[in-house]
């Protein structure tokens, strides 16, 4: 297999050379950290007057953690580096988690992002004769336009059609000839189930690709779409503190996702002891962003699980691969004293056949105990009126869930297509525990 990159240069500079590169980066982006309001105080604090004492990467251990509440406090100026009249644009988070934070760009912030988009679009074999569909969010979420001027930087045809409204999306697949799209993993799943709903065949499509992304899902889901859709679908890893999408991409390999580390510096630490975890482990991602001037941020705790395969990829690009994220490290549910995070359900259940595209998971109180209760749909040629087959499916789920997780969940089957569907990211879990006080 051949590979064709967007910037050769950069996505296969040797080791010593990138690390070489980082540095100057690491310098320039505390010289213009040391401007904010936020991190002068912090610099400071730890005896950095100047990007000039930064001398090695391993200085940069000397600046503090920042989290996503650091970040809430600082807003909504206190993060900003240059002149208001220099900024472009400002994102936000979708805010999944409690109130949004803002990042600004300036006009080469927003040429050097579109520059990484536009290496992860390239990575996955697209060129300018694609006709891309970006069925994502548009406005404060990055996902809208991060992927349409990285799309438009490649040369491909952009249709800015936005998530939802999936009647309008075949349309426009149709009319124009839609060869890749962009969405999250849940609206692939259900963009397929109407597919069949509409009884639009795969080849009135021309699709080829997807760029799947901005929610964790697993490695069976990625292959039931693929052979759902007939497609290759990528991993895509980013999140507005970083820019948004481009951070980190899966290469032709689909084998870990290159993090671009021209842009970016990763580290993986242990989330209770905030060390650095041994080479190959997960742990929670912490990221510094060396390609943006207009809104400083340095070893941001992403609370994202994901660790670094050890080993290079065979396509030949020198930046290290992300293990696939596989959620936050604070998604993590107690129940009745397990812990349980939600991938290792999605992990079981979207590995049997039987199982439809949509499933969810609600923790509720019953009398003093956790009571864990798994609604999933059924594939299309399950009927819902046959009981026994029915009662069998559950029990099979129930059986091979409580073998994986050790918690004996209720399991509850629902007709393919009747689990709510949301245009953004998935909701996967409704915790209705009264919460302490
Ligand atoms: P929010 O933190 O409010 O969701 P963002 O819109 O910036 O804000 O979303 C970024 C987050 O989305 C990431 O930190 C991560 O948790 C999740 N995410 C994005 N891409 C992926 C992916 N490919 N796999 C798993 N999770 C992802
Ligand atoms: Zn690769």
Same mark, same amino acid.
């Given at each position: 297999m051949t590979y064709q990159y967007w910037n050769p240069r950069m996505e296969t500079l040797p080791r010593a050379e990138l690390e070489a590169y980082q540095l100057t980066k690491l310098k320039d982006l505390v010289r213009y950290a040391l401007r904010t309001p936020f991190y002068q105080k912090r610099l400071h604090q730890a005896g950095i007057k100047d990007g000039e004492d930064i001398k090695t990467l391993g200085d940069l251990k000397r600046i503090p953690f920042a989290t996503k509440l650091d970040l809430r406090a600082a807003f909504p100026y206190g993060l900003l580096s240059i002149p208001l009249d220099e900024v472009v644009r400002l994102h936000a988070s979708s805010g999944t988690t409690g109130t949004p934070t803002t990042i600004y760009f300036n006009k080469e912030d927003i040429i050097r992002w579109t520059g990484f988009v536009a290496r992860s679009i390239y990575a996955t074999g697209c060129n300018k004769t694609d006709v891309f569909q970006n069925m994502i969010t548009y406005g404060l979420f990055t996902g809208g336009l991060g992927f349409h001027f990285g799309g438009e930087a490649v040369g491909m045809l952009v249709?800015? =059609?936005? =998530?939802?409204?999936t009647t309008r999306q075949f349309k426009l697949m149709q009319d124009f000839g839609t060869t890749v799209v962009h969405a999250t993993p849940s609206f692939l799943l259900h963009v397929e189930a109407k597919m069949r709903e509409e009884g639009i065949? /795969?080849?009135s499509l021309k699709l080829k690709r997807a760029f799947a992304g901005a929610e964790p899902y697993s490695e069976d889901t990625r292959r039931r779409i693929e052979e759902l859709l007939k497609i290759d679908v990528y991993n895509s890893y980013g999140l507005s503190e970083m820019n948004g999408p481009g951070v980190a991409f899966e290469c032709q390999c689909k084998n870990g996702l290159h993090l671009w580390e021209d842009g970016y510096i990763a580290e993986i630490i242990n989330p209770d002891t905030l060390e650095p975890v041994p080479e190959g482990e997960t742990g929670e991602l912490v990221l510094t962003c060396l390609c943006r001037e207009a809104t400083p941020i340095l070893r941001y705790r992403t609370r994202d699980r994901s660790g670094f395969y050890t080993e290079p990829c065979s396509c030949g690009r020198t930046h290290r691969r992300l293990y696939r994220i596989t959620g936050r490290t604070d998604d993590m549910l107690i129940i009745n004293g397990v812990n349980l995070f939600p991938s290792q359900i999605e992990e079981v259940i979207m590995s049997m056949k039987e199982v439809g595209n949509n499933y969810c998971i609600v923790v509720e109180k019953e009398g003093v105990l956790d009571r864990l209760t798994v609604k999933t749909e059924v594939g299309p040629d399950i009927f819902m009126d046959d009981a026994r087959p029915l009662n069998a499916l559950k029990e099979r789920i129930r059986k091979t869930l409580q073998a994986c997780i050790t918690i004996n969940p209720r399991v509850e089957l629902h007709e393919s297509g009747s689990l709510p569907v949301s245009?953004?990211?998935?909701? /996967?879990?409704?915790?209705n525990r009264p919460k302490d006080v």
């Open positions: 249709i800015p =059609s936005g =998530s939802g409204n065949t /795969r080849e245009e953004g990211k998935a909701t /996967r879990v409704q915790d």
